[in-house]
């Protein structure tokens, strides 16, 4: 891969996941406009997302045949193929060497591809991580993500010579103190409860990484002197989160014609089962920054890290509904800060979602602490991105 001498060649390693992906692109998206190249290394599902925006995708060949030859499921294949893929330990440098990038960056949750990197002294020296939520959402101490990979990425790492680690996110410590290689953290320290805790020397943080897409040619179906509340329904884009049940008890809620205009981005789940009111629209997928920038009033959302974060940005606050991974911390943090309500995502009945909706709409408190946490966003964002 060729480059201007004034430029650096940076190549990502990344996966398909929900919302790892969206911060990849924008980080791509900002070293491309300050005359940097870049290339993304990841999965053959993934070619055609980031084609489209126009970038430069390599398939990890290598890894293709473990995706192809594996018969295990849901949180198991991803393990095996993804988080903790034995088969990243040799690609990655593989790839290195065969592109010469000045600078990679590799997803946080790529333990087999961290221990590659620790693993080689001249790796380190041109690495980042990319830490696409909070640290202490996606690797909280004892939550589920360690739980699930915490015995693999050791194995990974006592057959490569490296330490056992005692909690998950000490995979990324080698980072630590470097003049280049830190974990790049696309979020605020305000959202996530350990940040006091976490070393400065690590972890940058970045603000949220909102990927430019082309307008999508959306058009709102209201009118602008619609004074009803207007709702955004937006759940997890992630396969191995059903959120069918969430989006019914939803609608249900706010099914009240005289009261609310919502719209629902379904993405992957089927509606073909959900009763609709007359007054939601639904819509498979539409980038956020579109809708909120007309006047949302309250978001309600399963809580991921791009959902919440880009409400925040818009002053918008949240009614979180949360599934796993980082989404119950940060619903927790959000009620916390007083910007919007968490409830639990899997037994809220229709009664309570509404009660919260309805509470985040009548109480200013709510807007108004939203509002703090836009300001502290566009604070970040506006030192621009500098690695």
Known sequence: MSHSSSSLYYLIFTWDGAGNQPPTIAIAQQLIKQRHSVSIAGYASQQNRFNKRGLRFIQLEQTHEVVMASTSTGFDRLIETTWCCKTHINEIPMLVKQEKPDRIIVDCMMYGALTAVEKSPELMKISYILVHTIPGGISTPGGLIESLNMNRANEMRLAEGLE????????????????????????????????????????????????????????????????????????????????????????????????????????????????????????????????????????????????????????????????????????????????????????????????????????????????????????????????
């Open 164 to 387: 056992p680690v005692k909690e998950l996110w000490d995979t990324w410590k080698w980072a630590e103190d470097k003049p280049v290689g830190r974990a790049l953290v696309t979020s605020i320290p305000e959202l996530d409860p350990f940040a006091s805790s976490l070393s400065p020397s690590l972890y940058r943080w970045i603000g949220p990484q909102i990927e430019d897409a082309p307008p999508s040619g959306w058009i709102n179906p209201w009118s602008q002197d619609d004074r009803r509340s207007f709702i955004l329904v937006s759940f997890s884009t992630e396969p191995l989160f059903n959120s069918h049940s969430k989006i019914q008890r939803t609608l249900t809620a706010l099914s009240d014609q005289t009261k609310y205009r919502v719209l629902v981005t379904s993405t992957i789940t089927s509606m073909k089962d959900i009763d609709v009111p007359n007054n939601a629209v639904i819509i498979e997928q539409l980038p956020h920054s579109e809708v909120l920038s007309q006047g949302v009033d309250v978001v309600v959302t399963h809580a991921g890290h791009g959902t919440t974060s880009i409400a925040l940005k818009y002053g918008v606050p949240l009614v979180c509904l949360p599934f796993g991974a980082d989404q119950p911390i940060l619903a927790q943090r959000v009620e916390q800060l007083g910007a919007g309500i968490a409830l639990d995502g899997e037994q809220a009945t229709s009664e309570q979602i509404h009660d919260a909706v309805q509470r985040c709409i009548i109480d200013p408190s709510f807007k108004d602490q939203a509002k703090k946490i836009s300001s502290i966003i566009d604070n970040v964002l506006a030192k621009g991105l500098c690695i």
